[in-house]
């Protein structure tokens, strides 16, 4: 048997084993007056629940064990830094914000420069008119700040067909043949030319793996919830990533972005089919990235993790809102992966992945309703009676005090729960360099405690938005794929109370319930029903970007990219202020019309791309007719992206420019 | 690394893009097991694993196995 097989027996046999235990000890207080309905329900929630934290347990016990042995958690061979290969880095971007996408470009192109052999592809999907042309315009200001020959790309799509994996098909379809790889980044991430070397020199030496996956640092936000992700992700991350691609070897994941991927294996294995039936569970396939890895592993390609390759980096979301936000498309995507984990030919590994991105948004619905059943049994009568007849004789029923089994069940629990953040710390606290990278040890005591008390207050407010999209995704309500807030941004009260007074709500009247009915259990739920109550202020509070930096101050939730320099990231950080400090102003869908210079660059830009598929705007004419008069206030954004799609249309709309122009 | 500082350069001044170089990409289909498709694989792969594999036959000619 191989290593990694045998690891792999070794976690299934103790995840099993610890979860028979938890359930064996809870069936037999259950069982105590008979197994009813209700309990069998309990019985069979609490064994999917506490199985799930087993594995992640489990899995941060592999990692830390890996980490501290220093085990060799990516067995592949890099080849010599001399490399023929050609990479695309490709940065798709959909209505992001202009500035900070061209900075982070720039920085990594800067990171490059020492090794070379990179071509950098800006893959628009923008549907705001007004973000394509500062795209177009932040392009040719890029271009005209490097050399002559840098070779930085800039294409647009009129309609952002499958999205991000449409896009990214859309390159590999029309210009992929040109490249042996591509990587892939998000509009937030950043990677260090050092990292994106050796994920060269790593497939040139492994010609059967496919992909590369190096796990992301969170950094460079400030808002306090942010700096918690960011603390957790480093301090945590590292030994979490290590148990997963110790267990998983050649049969990884792809996480969307920040991965290196070979271009071949991709065009014949990537492509994405639509799913039979309408969204949410049919239509395009929308979290992409599990799928395709899928699909690479059951054509026999290797997909790899490389946990220890630093110098990939990317934002978390500023806030709790925008997080569960984020999570709400997630959710949905991961949920849709229903429908193709039984596909055939798929390698157990990818079903694996797959049912672990369906529980990680299906356990909070779990315990929500494990909870709904707990207090059912609690409140409903039961029909033991306190004392039975022998004949005509009561005869006293023995009591049975099932506390301390119940004890032991909610102390294994919480050790499962807590113990990969203890494991987590060791693994960190072994290591002189990383503790002084996150502010020494106090500092991190402090933090990882704040931290555990933050989560355990967060736990429950997720746990009902989770139960809330669940609700709404089975109901058929699809979400769009919508541009993230990658600002820091503290939120207005307002937003923060219409988003979780129903959580206050919630956690009020099940406190004023338990106090009531059922005292003794209070305290049991003491933390579930606090985490609801404080919900409005923990989200206002965490979206501080002032307590972010006060934080900071006392030396809580320091990362590295915070006591010490990364130089790709503070480059960025300086390019986004140089641009912000020159940014041009007006509008710019009316500079195409009054800017001869933008104009042109625009039309030259059209020419590349094929026109648009669909017919063209009824009313295309009187908009011409408005824009050449100049009256464009009430343009929609499809009004003028008829305009600014069509070249005849803006020449026309743009000539009458040029007379007035000169009459005045 | 060793490139060609001259590609494309041709095409990017001021085009922004390379030439196309058009190349498919099958969508891979996902065909979801169903209880005769999984019993039919069931029983191709319990016989690949059990039943051993005829010796390649032996030439007439040459009395060696082809």
Known sequence: MSDIAARRWLFLFLVIVSTAAAVTKLYQVLLVDDLDLLEFLFLALFAVLFGWITVSFWMA???????????????????????????????PVYNEEVTRTFSGVQAIYDSVAA???????????????ANWIAEEVAWKELRASLEPDARVFYRHRHRNIGRKSGNIQDFCENWGSHYDYMVILDADSLMSGETLASLVRLM????????????????????????????????????????????QGPDGNYWGHNAIIRVRAFQQHGGLPKLPGRPPFGGEIMSHDFVEAAFLQRAGWEV????????????????????????????????????????????????????????????????????????????????????????????????VSQTKPLLQLVTATLVLLYAPKLLALMVLLAQPEAVKA??????????????????????????????WMLINIM???????????????????????????????????????FYKFAPDSLAWFAPLLLGMIVSIPL??????????????????????????????????????????????????????????????????????????????????????????????????????LAVLSDPASIQAASENSISSGLRT | MDRDSHLFQSEMLPASMPTRRPTAMPAQPVVPWTFARLFTASVDWLMAETVPALPAPISTTTKRRV
């Open chain 1, 304 to 399: 790899w993790m490389a946990p220890d390759l630093t110098g990939s980096y990317e934002e978390p979301p500023p806030t709790v809102y925008d997080h569960l936000k984020r999570d709400r498309r997630w959710m949905q995507g991961n949920l849709q992966h229903a429908r193709i984990i039984l596909a055939q030919g798929l390698r157990m590994p990818s079903r694996l992945h797959l049912a672990m991105g369906i529980m990680s948004y299906l356990s909070s619905p779990l315990w929500f309703l494990l909870l709904l059943t707990s207090l059912l049994e609690m409140f409903l009568p039961n029909g033991t009676e306190p004392f039975s007849f022998a004949g005509r004789h009561p005869e006293l029923a023995l009591s």
């Open chain 1, 539 to 640: 989200v206002q509070i965490s979206s501080s970007l002032k307590l972010g930096i006060a934080m900071a101050r006392d030396n809580l939730f320091m990362v590295p990219s915070e006591t010490g320099v990364i130089p790709v990231l503070k480059r960025a950080h300086q390019l986004v202020e140089k641009r912000e400090a020159a940014a041009r102003s007006g509008d710019y869908r009316q500079l195409v019309l009054d800017d001869p210079e933008i104009r042109a660059l625009h039309l030259k830009l059209l020419e590349e791309i094929p026109p648009p598929a669909e017919a063209p705007h009824p009313q295309l004419p009187a908009l011409i007719d408005a824009a050449r008069r100049r009256e464009t206030a009430g343009f929609s954004r499809q009004d003028w």
């Open chain 1, 438 to 467: 996150h502010g020494g040890v106090s500092g991190i005591l402090r933090s990882v405690v704040l931290e555990s008390i933050f989560a355990t207050l967060l736990a429950p407010v997720v746990m009902l938005a989770h139960t």
């Open chain 1, 61 to 91: 016990v592999f990692g830390a064990f890996a980490r501290l042995t220093a085990a060799r958690l990516l067995p592949l061979a890099e080849g010599p830094a001399y490399s023929k290969s050609r990479t695309a880095i490709l940065m």
């Open chain 1, 115 to 129: 090794t070379g052999g990179f071509d950098f592809f800006i893959l628009s999907d923008s549907t705001e008119p």
């Open chain 1, 204 to 247: 040139d030496a492994n010609p059967r793996a496919a992909l590369i996956q190096s796990p992301a640092t969170l950094v460079g936000r400030s808002t306090l919830f942010a700096r918690i992700q960011q603390f957790a992700s480093s301090a945590y991350g590292a030994t979490y990533n290590a148990g997963l691609a110790w267990l």
């Open chain 1, 475 to 513: 109901l058929g309500r699809a979400t769009g794929w919508g541009t993230q807030t990658r600002d820091d941004r503290a939120l207005p009260f307002w937003v923060v109370f219409r988003e979780y007074w129903p959580h206050t709500l919630i956690g009020i009247v099940m406190s004023v319930v």
